[in-house]
């Protein structure tokens, strides 16, 4: 059964590190990506890996956060470095029905996950 659950979220002071998972049992073959929102913001799209491995990132994000991806163990990561205080949000992972990704709009992407919190004070 696909399912996607995220863990590894909790608090941080700026310029710190997590590591995100999301354990995405029957999507190995699909685009993943990660997803993001704030208190009263919409949801933004983070980063996203296809089945290719290849990657895109929101500018916001480049060189700070590397999104990867373990088949084998059907788990997507998220290793996020130089924390800031704006990257406070609820994280999610989210799953296309595609292997290609080109896109990081949520409209696109039809499975998710929970979510996990991610705070990060100054």
């Known amino acids: 059964q696909r399912q996607l659950v995220e863990s590894g979220g909790g608090s941080v002071q700026a310029g710190g590190s997590l590591r995100l998972s999301c354990v995405a049992s029957?999507?190995?073959?699909?685009?993943v990506g990660w997803f993001r929102q704030a208190p009263g913001k919409g949801r933004e799209g983070v980063a996203t890996?296809?089945?290719?491995?290849?990657?895109s990132y929101v500018d916001s994000v480049k060189g700070r956060f590397t999104i990867f991806r373990d088949n084998a163990k059907d788990t997507l990561y998220l290793q996020m470095n130089s924390l800031k205080p704006e990257d406070t949000a609820m994280y999610y992972c989210?799953?296309?029905?595609?292997?290609?990704?080109?896109?990081?709009?949520?409209?696109?992407?039809?499975?998710w996950g929970p979510g996990t919190q991610v705070s990060v004070s100054s």
């Open positions: 890996i296809d089945s290719d491995h290849r990657t």
């Open positions: 989210a799953a296309r029905n595609v292997g290609y990704c080109y896109t990081r709009q949520e409209s696109d992407f039809p499975y």
């Open positions: 029957g999507y190995s073959r699909y685009c």
